[in-house]
């Protein structure tokens, strides 16, 4: 079952205003930003720290944002 992403998204979108902005502030090339949040590979857990601090995400939500199904 792939996870859903939906709640991530909106938080980018809210904070970054576009997925490929998001993926620039972590480093990410358009491909693998895109891999990610369509959940064609997997997360990092320093990928997730990171992302959490760059979209001001409590270390209690992680759950929702990275591990919906």
Do not use: H
């Not at 938080?11 to 064609?40: H, P, Q, Y």
Request: with cysteine; glycine share 8%; proline share 1%.
């Amino acid at each position: 079952m792939q996870r859903s992403y939906n709640k991530l998204l909106g938080r980018i979108v809210e904070i970054f205003g576009t997925r490929g902005a998001f993926g620039k502030s972590m480093g990410w090339s358009d491909r693998t930003t895109s891999l990610k949040l369509n959940g064609k590979v997997d997360w990092k857990q320093d990928e997730i720290e990171a992302a959490c601090q760059a979209l001001k995400i409590e270390v209690s939500d992680i759950p929702d944002y990275f591990f919906a199904l």
